[in-house]
């Protein structure tokens, strides 16, 4: 249970903030930031930075309306994370997703705070305000903002915090879509959000470049195991390089595996300048989050990644592989 007065406090107490969010966000990170931004420009804050370690998505720009998501540069603001009164980490709950803002933001000796949704949660702060319960950190948004009566629930929140729900439910699709979520959403459309427009923004504006990088990771998708309830496709360095495409591009493709008739756990191995990374995803109680675990990564129980730095993929591969079939079979 989260103690949203606590909350509430380190808020109304404190004066300058910093808001950060992991390596790659996606809209709930990114929603999670400007709504935590716009209440505390209602409580009348005038120190309010939002620095990340990568910077943001082209689909996720038109969330930051006034521009104040800045990337981080260590030069120009690791005394402003050090002097921050409060330290904001928003839709994580393991530091090693800071990358290389992890130093600076563990050194500072001011209160340290996360806000998150996620499971298996790393003690590296004073408060952490977490329940993997949520489907979103903007649903944790929207609980505190009701419960505190903090601030008025106006359309410059509701606006982010209807992207954070939105995608983190895969368009309200996903097993925790309650019926208090659609009455959530139902307020936030109150408030003037528009859902038409927020999903054509995020989803319907790609790149083309993207597309095309999509269709090189369909070329390579291949089933795996004994019934075949595998799915997996591959995506390499050459391939951002080929298209000048971007490691962000391939947000959504995982669950392009899922779509399959059997597939019940889908894998995109994804190869990065210095190691690889793997979204895994699953359907019903296949809980791919200990699976990730299995190699150091994390997330829920349908959806979790992995982040090896010192590995090559290939010889990765057949090892994940073979231990989600394990996974497969045993539910």
Same mark, same amino acid.
């Given at each position: #249970?989260?103690?949203?007065?606590?909350?509430? $406090?380190?808020?109304? &107490?404190?004066?300058?903030?910093?808001?950060?969010?992991?390596?790659?966000?996606?809209?709930?990170?990114?929603?999670?930031?400007?709504?935590? @931004?716009?209440?505390?420009?209602?409580?009348?804050?005038? &120190?309010?930075?939002?620095? $990340?370690?990568?910077?943001?998505?082209?689909?996720?720009?038109?969330?930051?309306?006034?521009?104040?998501?800045?990337?981080?540069?260590?030069?120009?603001?690791?005394?402003?994370?050090?002097?921050?009164?409060?330290?904001?980490?928003?839709?994580?709950?393991?530091?090693?997703?800071?990358?290389?803002?992890?130093?600076?933001?563990?050194?500072?000796?001011?209160?340290?705070?996360?806000?998150?949704?996620?499971?298996?949660? &790393?003690?590296?702060?004073?408060?952490?305000?977490?329940?993997?319960?949520?489907?979103?950190?903007?649903?944790?948004?929207?609980?505190?903002?009701?419960?505190?009566?903090?601030?008025?629930?106006?359309?410059?929140?509701?606006?982010?915090?209807?992207?954070?729900?939105?995608?983190?439910?895969?368009?309200?699709?996903?097993?925790?879509?309650?019926?208090?979520?659609?009455?959530?959403?139902?307020?936030?459309?109150?408030?003037?959000?528009?859902?038409?427009?927020? @999903?054509?923004?995020? @989803?319907?504006?790609?790149?083309?470049?993207?597309?095309?990088?999509?269709?090189?990771?369909?070329?390579?998708?291949?089933?795996?195991?004994?019934?075949?309830?595998?799915?997996?496709?591959?995506?390499?360095?050459?391939?951002?390089?080929?298209?000048?495409?971007?490691?962000?591009?391939?947000?959504?493709?995982?669950?392009?595996?899922?779509?399959?008739?059997?597939?019940?756990?889908?894998?995109?191995?994804?190869?990065?300048?210095?190691?690889?990374?793997?979204?895994?995803?699953?359907?019903?109680?296949?809980?791919? /989050?200990?699976?990730?675990? &299995?190699?150091?990564?994390?997330?829920?129980?349908?959806?979790?990644?992995?982040?090896?730095? /010192?590995?090559? #993929?290939?010889?990765?591969?057949?090892?994940?592989?073979?231990?989600?079939?394990?996974?497969?079979?045993?539910?």
């Amino acid at each position: #249970m989260i103690d949203f007065n606590k909350l509430r $406090n380190i808020l109304v &107490e404190n004066n300058s903030f910093l808001l950060t969010t992991h390596v790659n966000p996606d809209a709930d990170a990114i929603g999670s930031e400007i709504a935590v @931004y716009e209440i505390l420009k209602s409580l009348g804050k005038q &120190e309010i930075y939002i620095i $990340n370690t990568s910077s943001t998505p082209y689909n996720l720009l038109f969330l930051d309306k006034e521009k104040i998501i800045q990337l981080y540069d260590s030069s120009e603001h690791s005394e402003i994370i050090k002097s921050s009164d409060v330290l904001i980490g928003l839709d994580f709950n393991r530091s090693d997703r800071l990358t290389r803002m992890r130093e600076v933001f563990l050194s500072s000796q001011k209160v340290k705070v996360t806000i998150d949704h996620h499971q298996d949660i &790393e003690d590296f702060v004073h408060h952490s305000f977490v329940d993997s319960e949520y489907c979103a950190t903007g649903h944790i948004l929207y609980d505190f903002i009701k419960k505190t009566s903090l601030t008025e629930l106006t359309h410059s929140i509701a606006y982010p915090l209807y992207a954070a729900i939105m995608t983190d439910t895969g368009s309200f699709r996903f097993e925790r879509t309650t019926p208090e979520i659609h009455y959530i959403i139902a307020e936030l459309i109150s408030k003037g959000v528009n859902p038409t427009e927020v @999903y054509d923004k995020i @989803y319907d504006q790609s790149r083309f470049s993207k597309i095309k990088l999509l269709g090189r990771a369909i070329e390579t998708m291949r089933l795996y195991g004994a019934k075949l309830q595998i799915s997996y496709m591959i995506i390499k360095q050459e391939d951002f390089q080929a298209l000048k495409a971007y490691e962000q591009d391939t947000d959504t493709f995982v669950n392009i595996n899922l779509s399959i008739e059997g597939v019940k756990i889908g894998l995109l191995f994804i190869e990065l300048k210095e190691g690889f990374k793997v979204s895994l995803r699953s359907k019903g109680n296949i809980p791919v /989050n200990k699976l990730a675990a &299995e190699f150091g990564g994390g997330g829920h129980i349908n959806a979790a990644g992995i982040r090896i730095h /010192n590995g090559k #993929m290939e010889d990765y591969i057949p090892i994940i592989l073979k231990k989600s079939e394990e996974y497969s079979e045993r539910n």
